[in-house]
């Protein structure tokens, strides 16, 4: 769906096929240890594993998406390879010492792992983000798949014919199978009584609603709970990541920003947290995905605390946001993308990566942790309206994906879910999903770690 909001215009340099294999390899020899370097090229370059080159001047030009992918199976499972109109052949062919790949899976791999759709395209919603209806995760239903593993999975299968050596995936605080980073957005500390005292009002029930406002005036906000939150967390061996949100008013279009300010008290309880090993990172607010000003200004604010990033509302212009992050110098990582609309992979891929500059041509120097699943995404009315036994069945092949390829599950629960009160995507939900993650060996990781782990 096209949008009406006026979009920034898009500058992008040529895309070439040696930019498009760079960009690729480049993550492959993150995702796998001791991967040899000149190994790949397309068909013509001589090398010993060969790409089709299937892509037929479709990034010369500036549509957001390619032909329908070909289905094939691969390791189990139904996997849509782009660029591919090879079907009648299978998808590799060896000889002794090369291999030939039938499907460009460069060039796919390029394309989902890069966000070309989102650049190239025009649509956004009200928040200006660009919709999940308009990817093509939903027209072709692969959101819950890291395809781009898959590819990478063939990849391996080459590598490992070519050299007669095993391919190990990466492993996370040395043993541990993948990894977990769990993380609250701190929007509201205030306004717990809100709700229930409206709703009392309207009702006409006015002695209720007079006692949720003495709560309000005697008591602590239920939604002010940072360090309730923390503890939760600790119980599974693990530390969360709270990100913050300096900006209090809303933005010039209404959107809600926090509900609280920076006080002195709140940074002495943050700086306490830190302490205790939780990660604080900034929650830039409404318009700071667009406005390097802004951004720097609450980079001031939250310092010295700013170790990632997330916007609020998930908000990423895909034309200026990636080099703004990369402009302002201040995060190692941010974490932002995935879907509002749906769990899954934004990007196809289940592992962290650098975000393209289509502005350069090259690789971001910020590691982007994309993001899996939000608490709202599982309830919102504008959502998927899951029941709260149908939250963790709903995931859990989600997590084995991401478990399968040695990848990070990014969980995005809000620090007001964690009320007592919230019987939805409340604190038992949160409990069922650490629960799972613990079983299944997964590394607890602040984003730091994770980066420090990928990057050493």
């Known amino acids: 769906m096209p949008s009406a909001i006026a979009l920034p215009p898009i500058s992008a340099v ?3 096929a040696e930019m498009r294999l760079a960009y690729v390899w480049r993550h492959f020899r993150m995702a796998y240890v001791n991967v040899p370097e000149a190994l790949i090229g397309y068909v013509g370059s001589q090398r010993p594993i060969e790409v089709a080159d299937l892509a037929d001047g479709f990034f010369q030009d500036q549509s957001p998406y390619p032909a329908a992918p070909n289905y094939r199976n691969w390791a189990g499972q139904q996997v849509p390879f782009f660029f591919d109109n090879r079907s009648e052949e299978s998808l590799l062919s060896r ?4 291999v030939v790949v039938n499907a460009d899976i460069i060039s796919a791999a390029f394309y989902l792992l890069s966000g070309w759709q989102e650049y190239f395209s025009d649509a956004r919603d009200r928040y200006r983000r660009f919709p999940y209806s308009a990817s093509v ?8 798949l890291p395809v781009v593993n898959y590819y990478f999975d063939v990849l391996k299968t080459a590598v490992e014919h070519v050299t007669g050596q095993p391919l190990i995936a990466r492993r996370w605080n040395c043993s541990a199978p993948f990894a977990a980073f769990i993380t609250h957005d701190i929007d509201s500390l205030r306004s717990a009584w809100k709700a229930p005292a409206k709703a009392a009002l309207k009702q006409g029930q006015l002695g209720r609603f007079g006692r949720q406002l003495w709560r309000r005036l005697t008591q602590p906000d239920a939604w002010d709970n940072l360090e309730t939150v923390a503890d939760a967390v600790a119980e599974y061996g693990a530390a ?15 959107t809600p920003n926090a509900d609280y300010t920076l006080t002195s008290a709140l940074r002495q309880r943050l700086a306490k947290l830190k302490q205790q090993g939780v990660e ?11 406005d390097l000003g802004q951004l720097g200004r609450e980079i001031e604010t939250l310092k010295p605390n700013h170790e990632g990033l997330r916007f609020h509302y998930l908000r990423w212009e895909p034309r200026t946001t990636p080099p703004l992050v990369e402009e302002a110098g ?16 934004r990007n196809s891929y289940c592992l962290p990566f650098y975000p393209f500059n289509f502005s350069t041509g090259a690789a971001c120097k910020f590691l982007e942790i994309p993001l899996n699943v939000m608490d ?20 859990r092949p989600m997590f084995e994906e991401i478990e399968r390829f040695g990848g990070v599950a990014t969980v995005l629960w809000h620090n007001d879910h964690f009320d007592p009160a919230n019987l939805v995507t409340g604190p038992r939900q949160f409990a069922e999903i650490m629960r799972h993650l613990q079983q299944r060996g997964v590394a607890f990781l602040t984003g730091s770690q994770i980066v420090a782990e990928l990057c050493c």
């Open 95 to 98: 000889q002794p010492g090369r």
């Open 330 to 345: 201040s995060f190692a990582y941010d974490s932002t993308l995935g879907f509002a609309e749906h769990f899954g992979f």
């Open 137 to 144: 995760q939903k027209q072709y239903g692969f959101v819950a």
């Open 280 to 290: 604080i990172g900034l929650h830039g607010s409404i318009g700071t995905a667009a």
């Open 14 to 16: 040529p895309v070439s």
């Open 376 to 395: 709202a995404t599982l309830r919102h009315p504008n959502y998927l309206q899951l029941q709260p036994e149908e939250i963790l069945p709903t995931l």
């Open 240 to 254: 969360s990541t709270f990100f913050i949100l300096p900006e209090s008013r809303p933005s010039a279009d209404g």
